[in-house]
């Protein structure tokens, strides 16, 4: 099992049980981010953290090429 796999197993149950608990999904998302930048700063500087989100923000789209790669 691919490490995202895991973690994709783990927020599917995250999310039934706010589901059973009528927690919307996006204050799960929201707590979710939250989490992965506590994990980041463990061993990240807050430039770094922001670099890794300002690159996701920049690749929301899926049908388009990544940021890095485009004329």
Do not use: W, Y
Request: glycine residues 2%; proline residues 3%; contains cysteine.
């Amino acid at each position: 099992m691919s490490t995202h796999q895991l973690v994709a197993r783990h927020v599917e149950a995250a999310l039934s049980e706010a589901a059973e608990r009528q927690i919307d999904v996006d204050v799960v998302a929201r707590c979710l981010l939250s989490e992965a930048i506590r994990l980041f700063k463990q061993g990240r500087s807050n430039d770094d953290i922001a670099a890794e989100l300002a690159a996701a923000a920049d690749n929301l789209d899926e049908d388009t090429p990544l940021v890095f790669i485009r004329p």
